[in-house]
């Protein structure tokens, strides 16, 4: 059984390839974080390597060992590293180790998989190394590259791969897939399938990892009380918000996308406001914000949240990129 969510098109794809055995050498699969790119590159190793009926059967041991990430023939290269410290760059040495075990038989499934996570950011020596291996690529062997998009890849690299860009999943099949498999309730299953953003791995962490629940709920609520902070109040948050982000990087990125939404949801309830569309996410403190702002104030608020987002993404310096969002957020006061 493949456990990819949604995204039936390019399950239904690699499937089709296994079959008519048409497998590639490499696949690039694009698609914003925690959509599942992850998951259906280890779906299509298990398919690989299954031993049992209905591959991916998930029950053999080929599937539960790539499951549980202790299959010799299957290996994920990232940017995180054993000893807890990430990496900001895939390094030349990780990808000459893959060159040099790619060559090698697999030690006991048929075909071995490489799955480079975070592609986009390949050391250039490293990129170069990759290109190597792609332009001669070993019988056997399958190599993965996960990236949010093929922007950033060399196109000498792009080109040699098959294609496979994942797309937001709907929040019902998200909702249903927390409530039948994890047993969440209807109204949780709704409010993270919404925030998702059409990412069920972002849903299901948060699901099952009470921090991030706690975060998110606090990430909304500083949004809404941003609103009604002086200039001065802001910056001092922005310089709180920005002195977190040195242990926790993530926090950052995470708020954005948090606070993009939680704008959305305004949005929404304008519209409802004005009476032009009917929504499905919306949260109390989404209700009095739409209430009381104007439709340019709430699209001018996503801009400046997304404007952030790209900054933040081109490493610009943290604390100007959340001082220059506190001074362009809409003032309620
Ligand atoms: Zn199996």
Known sequence: MWETIGNEEAVKHLSQSLRDGRVSHAYLITGPDQIGKGTLALDFAKALNCTGVGSPCGSCDQCSRVG???????????????EGRDRSLISIEQVREVQHEAYLKPYEGVWRVFIFDGVGRLSEEAANSLLKLLEEPPDQVVIFLLAEDYLSLLPTIVSRCQLIKLRPVLSSVIS????????????????????????????????????????????????????????????KYASEITSRMSTEKKI?????????????????DKQDVLGTEKSGLTFESSHSAASTLSVLQICNAIKSIQKASCYLERNVNPRLIF???????????
Do not use: C
């Not at 549980?68 to 054993?82: A, E, T, W």
């Not at 309730?185 to 921090?211: H, V």
């Open 252 to 268: 950052a990125r995470r708020n954005l996308m948090l606070w993009t939404t939680w704008w959305r949801a305004v949005l929404f």
């Open 68 to 82: 549980k990430s202790l299959h010799p023939d299957v290996r994920i290269i990232g940017l995180s590293s054993s």
């Open 323 to 333: 001082e220059q969002l506190m001074l362009e957020l809409p003032n309620r006061r």
């Open 176 to 235: 249903k897939v927390l409530q039948d498999v994890y047993g969440a309730s209807f109204e949780l299953a709704r409010t993270l399938s919404g925030l998702s953003n059409g990412r069920p791995g972002w849903a299901i962490s948060a699901f099952a990892d009470q921090e991030i629940l706690d975060e998110t709920t606090k990430a909304l609520h500083s949004m809404e009380t941003l609103l009604d902070l002086s200039i001065e109040e802001r910056l």
